[in-house]
Nanobody, 124 residues
Framework: QVQLVESGGGLVQAGGSLRLSCAAS????????MGWFRQAPGKGREFVAC????????YYADPVKGRFTISRDNAKNTVYLQMDSLKPEDTAVYYC?????????????????WGQGTRVTVSS
């Protein structure tokens, strides 16, 4: 079993940047495809980005495409989400998740392990 801890959230002005980190422990993160999801107040959890085990495949939700970048450093057991050109609608709690299957997925139900989340607030 893997434990996931997100960090890097905070308050930022529109147009700014943040870098989220997801540190894994318990098992090596290289065994998992990884995803980032977010949940805004009053809304369901939605897909943001995912990355394959080796990092050679990434996929993004349309609202963040071209602004967010997912990456991983398996040697550091960490996955990242670089968020640029932030908008107020990006305000949410961001979660990282690990998927035991070989394929990176955009579906919430495919993921087996979740972190506690880190809050991102973008002011206008």
């Amino acid at each position: 079993q893997v434990q996931l801890v997100e960090s890097g959230g905070g308050l930022v002005q529109a147009g700014g940047s943040l870098r989220l980190s997801c540190a894994a422990s318990g098992r090596t993160v290289s065994m998992y495809a990884m995803g980032w999801f977010r949940q805004a107040p009053g809304k369901g959890r939605e897909f943001v980005a995912c990355i394959s085990r080796t990092g050679d495949y990434t996929y993004y939700a349309d609202p963040v495409k071209g602004r967010f970048t997912i990456s991983r450093d398996n040697a550091k057991n960490t996955v990242y989400l670089q968020m640029d050109s932030l908008k107020p609608e990006d305000t949410a709690v961001y979660y990282c998740a690990a998927d035991q299957s070989p394929y990176a997925s955009s579906r919430v139900r495919e993921y087996d392990y979740w972190g506690q989340g880190t809050r991102v607030t973008v002011s206008s």
